[in-house]
């Protein structure tokens, strides 16, 4: 990751606010430093655990995960910038695990600060795994960027005693984790240590699930809960890997786990787990996906419904479930190079996860709803987990560090090397490998220029994607270098020293039309980008606007919200003031203005939608 340095005026400064601000902003949300907003605890927690404190743990039942995902992506800051200061703060938290951890390995702050609830007595709904994968995600990523070793020789430990605990044995227990997390993270160990130990465990933790009788089926927290939505399913332990079809459940639940049995197929060459992942993840995209590349269409039990059921108003959308669907598409796409995989990370990143972000780096959604009337979302029941506008922090806060992970290992996502090298995301970069390096220039979308130098002859094959936005590719100069295109990609080959290729992709506005069972109206695009109409550009009802799609859309370039391109349709403002009417509502001529949908809510509260009618 560390040999590719991104240098695009839009992520770079994405990259920069991480730096400068998300990562400080969250270390004092996780101190409860912030004033107004829920405390976080998690680090007092941490201290409780140790014996350092006298308080009393507080938060969510998972909240040792923040800390894990704050120290990953606080990590990939430090990969970013070096900063003494910052590498101390991290420091400091782990020698906090240090005292809390207990003599047999056993490291989590809920249970250790509860001694009178039992250890993994609750794998359901407990957490314990979830938190230990989040850890170690934290551990492996300082390690890499620091050498140094303290925390993961912790979690090692801790792993070492969940290998004891879990598997087939009468003596283990042989469930699966309640939340899937631990998965992604115990094959990034076995990546880092080859320890085949790592790779038995995930084995273990993917392949119990279906079987019967199920362990969660003995536990209180689950015979308890209400099994309308908290079934079997919820955990996707309903069924056995193999056999499950589609994403089902929790929605960051089964992206996760997707992510960490993709990362498994990889490891350990499962053509046949990879095959059911891919069928898994072709329904999930064509049956279950938001256009903005979100996932879980109901906010109660945050959870996949049924096919086609895509509410845009009561859409849950958690930011989440769109990172964990980039990790799963990312390990898809390590096995097999499809085309299809890069497309959804594209949409995912620069439409529902940039929306969980305000553009000053402080507030964050949850819940990515891609349309909202304020006073109804503020009043309904089923829309109560609706937010109009970003918050400064979450007592469940799962979404913000994990936005913060994700931009701090862009990195990753631009370039990946097989037999051939694919360049996935048209991002701005330099790549070194190998006493050699590829330079990328490009500014989508204020530029349609894109021109690619490789510094010296190489064997392999460059393939860079052609997103499917794209209308025509125009090369306007090459040297050095052989080209062809196929449907997908731009191959590059026989590449001698000093290779150039300059390229124009050309593209205009889309309109983009759903299958009639999710909506009826039509939605923009431009680039990768997603749009949505906000009430401050237009009218304040915002469904009585119907673009006109015969006419030309036009772009235009803003100043505000740190610049961006508009698009400008013309179109109708429908009147109809009666509730219901015999007569036909009458079109009065209106300009229609959309907004890249990541930046709604990052002005005055308002209505807001993607969809929109047309004539
Ligand atoms: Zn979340």
Same mark, same amino acid.
């Given at each position: 990751?560390?040999?590719?340095?991104?240098?695009?005026?839009?992520? &770079?400064?994405?990259?920069?606010?991480?730096?400068?601000?998300?990562?400080?902003?969250?270390? &004092?949300?996780?101190?409860?430093?912030?004033?107004?907003?829920?405390?976080?605890?998690?680090?007092?927690?941490?201290?409780?655990?140790?014996?350092?404190?006298?308080?009393?743990?507080?938060?969510?039942?998972?909240?040792?995960?923040?800390?894990?995902?704050?120290?990953?992506?606080?990590?990939?800051?430090?990969?970013?910038?070096?900063?003494?200061?910052?590498?101390?703060?991290?420091?400091?938290?782990?020698?906090?695990?240090?005292?809390?951890?207990?003599?047999?390995?056993?490291?989590?702050?809920?249970?250790?600060?509860?001694?009178?609830?039992?250890?993994? &007595?609750?794998?359901?709904?407990?957490?314990?795994?979830?938190?230990?994968?989040?850890?170690?995600?934290?551990?492996?990523?300082?390690?890499?960027? &620091?050498?140094?070793?303290?925390?993961?020789?912790?979690?090692?430990?801790?792993?070492?005693?969940?290998?004891?605990?879990?598997?087939?044995?009468?003596?283990?227990?042989?469930?699966?984790?309640?939340?899937?997390?631990?998965?992604?993270?115990?094959? *990034?160990?076995?990546?880092?240590?080859?320890?085949?130990?790592?790779?038995?465990?995930?084995?273990?933790?993917?392949?119990?699930?279906?079987?019967?009788?199920?362990?969660?089926?003995?536990?209180?927290?689950?015979?308890?809960?209400?099994?309308?939505?908290?079934?079997?399913?919820?955990?996707?332990?309903?069924?056995?890997?193999? *056999?499950?079809?589609?994403?089902?459940?929790?929605?960051?639940?089964?992206?996760?786990?997707?992510?960490?049995?993709?990362?498994?197929?990889?490891?350990?060459?499962?053509?046949?787990?990879? *095959?059911?992942?891919?069928?898994?993840?072709?329904?999930?995209?064509?049956?279950?996906?938001?256009?903005?590349?979100?996932?879980?269409?109901?906010?109660?039990?945050?959870?996949?419904?049924?096919?086609?059921?895509?509410?845009?108003?009561?859409?849950?959308?958690?930011?989440?479930?769109?990172?964990?669907?980039?990790?799963?598409?990312?390990?898809?796409?390590?096995?097999?190079?499809?085309?299809?995989?890069?497309?959804?990370?594209?949409?995912?990143?620069?439409?529902?996860?940039?929306?969980?972000?305000?553009?000053?780096?402080?507030?964050?959604?949850?819940?990515?709803?891609?349309?909202?009337?304020?006073?109804?979302?503020?009043?309904?029941?089923?829309?109560?987990?609706?937010?109009?506008?970003?918050?400064?922090?979450?007592?469940?806060?799962?979404?913000?560090?994990?936005?913060?992970?994700?931009?701090?290992?862009?990195?990753?996502?631009?370039?990946?090397?097989?037999?051939?090298?694919?360049?996935?995301?048209?991002?701005?970069?330099?790549?070194?490998?190998?006493?050699?390096?590829?330079?990328?220039?490009?500014?989508?979308?204020?530029?349609?220029?894109?021109?690619?130098?490789?510094?010296?002859?190489?064997?392999?094959?460059?393939?860079?994607?052609?997103?499917?936005?794209?209308?025509?590719?125009?090369?306007?100069?090459?040297?050095?270098?052989?080209?062809?295109?196929?449907?997908?990609?731009?191959?590059?080959?026989?590449?001698?020293?000093?290779?150039?290729?300059?390229?124009?992709?050309?593209?205009?506005?889309?309109?983009?039309?759903?299958?009639?069972?999710?909506?009826?109206?039509?939605?923009?695009?431009?680039?990768?980008?997603?749009?949505?109409?906000?009430?401050?550009?237009?009218?304040?009802?915002?469904?009585?606007?119907?673009?006109?799609?015969?006419?030309?859309?036009?772009?235009?370039?803003?100043?505000?919200?740190?610049?961006?391109?508009?698009?400008?349709?013309?179109?109708?403002?429908?009147?109809?003031?009666?509730?219901?009417?015999?007569?036909?509502?009458?079109?009065?001529?209106?300009?229609?203005?959309?907004?890249?949908?990541?930046?709604?809510?990052?002005?005055?509260?308002?209505?807001?939608?993607?969809?929109?009618?047309?004539?």
């Amino acid at each position: 990751m560390n040999n590719v340095i991104i240098n695009d005026r839009f992520w &770079s400064g994405k990259q920069k606010l991480l730096v400068s601000t998300l990562i400080p902003y969250q270390y &004092s949300a996780l101190n409860d430093e912030i004033v107004g907003v829920e405390p976080s605890h998690a680090i007092e927690n941490f201290k409780i655990a140790a014996g350092l404190s006298k308080d009393k743990f507080y938060g969510c039942i998972f909240q040792d995960s923040d800390v894990g995902k704050w120290i990953e992506a606080a990590s990939y800051a430090l990969s970013i910038k070096k900063d003494k200061k910052l590498e101390s703060k991290i420091d400091k938290i782990v020698s906090y695990m240090q005292l809390a951890q207990q003599e047999d390995g056993y490291l989590n702050t809920y249970y250790i600060c509860h001694p009178e609830i039992k250890r993994f &007595s609750n794998i359901v709904h407990g957490h314990e795994l979830y938190c230990a994968g989040h850890l170690l995600q934290g551990a492996i990523a300082y390690y890499k960027v &620091s050498k140094k070793d303290k925390m993961l020789n912790i979690l090692k430990k801790y792993i070492d005693l969940i290998i004891k605990t879990f598997g087939n044995n009468d003596n283990q227990i042989k469930a699966s984790p309640g939340h899937p997390e631990i998965e992604i993270a115990l094959m *990034e160990l076995y990546e880092l240590s080859k320890e085949k130990k790592y790779l038995d465990l995930t084995n273990f933790f993917i392949s119990v699930r279906g079987e019967k009788p199920n362990w969660f089926e003995s536990e209180e927290a689950f015979i308890n809960a209400e099994k309308r939505y908290f079934d079997l399913s919820y955990n996707q332990a309903h069924k056995s890997i193999y *056999e499950q079809e589609i994403a089902d459940g929790h929605a960051v639940r089964a992206l996760y786990l997707s992510a960490g049995a993709a990362a498994l197929a990889k490891e350990s060459n499962n053509t046949k787990l990879y *095959e059911v992942l891919k069928n898994n993840f072709n329904n999930t995209i064509n049956k279950r996906m938001y256009i903005t590349s979100a996932f879980g269409s109901q906010g109660y039990a945050e959870r996949f419904t049924v096919d086609y059921d895509l509410p845009s108003d009561r859409a849950y959308a958690e930011t989440c479930a769109s990172i964990a669907m980039i990790f799963f598409a990312q390990k898809m796409f390590e096995i097999q190079p499809l085309h299809i995989y890069s497309e959804v990370i594209e949409k995912a990143l620069y439409n529902t996860v940039l929306a969980g972000l305000s553009l000053d780096g402080t507030k964050f959604f949850y819940v990515n709803p891609l349309k909202v009337i304020p006073i109804v979302s503020k009043y309904r029941q089923d829309m109560s987990f609706i937010q109009v506008r970003r918050q400064a922090w979450f007592g469940c806060a799962c979404c913000p560090p994990n936005i913060a992970r994700i931009l701090g290992s862009l990195n990753k996502y631009i370039y990946v090397v097989k037999d051939d090298i694919y360049i996935n995301l048209l991002i701005a970069s330099t790549y070194n490998f190998n006493n050699n390096q590829i330079k990328l220039k490009c500014s989508i979308p204020n530029s349609k220029s894109i021109s690619l130098t490789i510094l010296k002859a190489m064997r392999e094959k460059i393939y860079l994607r052609i997103p499917k936005w794209v209308d025509k590719v125009i090369v306007k100069k090459d040297e050095h270098i052989s080209y062809y295109q196929d449907k997908d990609y731009l191959c590059l080959y026989d590449i001698k020293d000093k290779a150039n290729i300059v390229l124009c992709f050309s593209f205009t506005p889309k309109i983009i039309y759903s299958n009639s069972r999710v909506s009826n109206e039509v939605a923009l695009s431009y680039g990768p980008f997603i749009y949505a109409l906000e009430e401050v550009d237009n009218v304040s009802d915002l469904s009585s606007l119907m673009i006109d799609i015969r006419k030309k859309i036009k772009i235009k370039k803003e100043k505000e919200l740190n610049g961006y391109v508009s698009l400008i349709a013309e179109g109708f403002i429908k009147t109809n003031n009666e509730l219901y009417s015999y007569h036909k509502p009458q079109l009065t001529k209106t300009i229609l203005k959309f907004i890249p949908y990541h930046l709604w809510a990052n002005r005055d509260e308002g209505e807001m939608s993607v969809f929109v009618n047309y004539k």
